[in-house]
């Protein structure tokens, strides 16, 4: 079983939508969570950090954790077309004697005009 | 600006011959990383630095290794490119150990 899960879409959008993106994990004992967005050609820059269940919130982007279903969840209200690029979740995998994110394949999103 | 600097950002090689990789870096982190990326693939973790200290993940190919001369540069060497190997090769940077990665723009190899 892969440590992290996401379904590679594409999710195409009308401008001005509520995107939902989600990613499962296998490990319970994660303890935080990360959203990296990748541009096309690009290397993916962090977007939101979390640490706990609940939701934690960062101007139009809200990331949501559910550790008794280890379901994590990124929000984009009022999408923009600016917004399309793969949208990557990360937890903390032990690697050397720290953690070192491990990413899912991604969520390709497309927001049309 | 401070940042993560990948140089090429496009390399060619030929089946079976070395190619390096480069990286720089003026966030002056202490942790430096190569990730492999395949099309539509999630970034693949091959080796970290924390400093000096090298920890390469079991699954890594003999084939790939990495040199790191100063705080500043990492390099990626791939001693016999298969067709495989073609990937984008992304260089990312973090202050310690458990904290956010910056990445480069990445270089996409190709192996002719």
């Known amino acids: 079983q892969k440590e992290v899960e996401q379904d590679p879409g594409p999710l195409s959008v009308p401008e001005g939508a509520i995107v939902s993106l989600n990613c499962t994990y296998s490990?319970?004992?994660?303890?935080?969570f990360m959203w990296y967005r990748q541009y096309s050609r690009k290397g993916p820059e962090l977007l939101m950090y979390t640490y706990s269940s609940g939701n934690k919130e960062d101007g139009r982007f809200t990331a949501q954790v559910d550790k008794s279903s280890k379901y994590i969840s990124l929000f984009i209200r009022d999408s923009q077309p600016s917004d399309s690029a793969t949208y990557l979740c990360a937890v903390p995998n032990p690697s050397g004697g720290s953690y070192i994110p491990t990413f899912g394949r991604g969520t390709s999103l497309i927001v049309h005009p | 600006d401070a940042m993560v600097i990948q140089n090429p950002r496009y390399q060619v090689t030929q089946f079976g011959k070395p190619v390096t990789l480069s990286c720089s870096q003026t966030l002056n982190h202490n942790v430096m990383y190569w990730y492999q990326q395949k099309s539509s693939q999630a970034p693949k973790l091959l080796f970290h630095?924390?400093?000096?200290?090298?920890?390469n993940e079991a699954d890594t190919p003999d084939n790939f290794q990495s040199r790191r001369p100063n705080t500043s540069f990492c390099f990626l060497d791939i001693r016999s490119p298969g067709l495989g190997d073609a990937a984008m090769y992304l260089c990312a940077t973090s202050g310690g150990r458990e904290e956010k990665l910056f990445f480069g723009s990445g270089t996409q190899l190709s192996v002719l």
């Open positions: 630095y924390y400093d000096k200290d090298f920890n």
């Open positions: 490990n319970s004992a994660f303890q935080y």
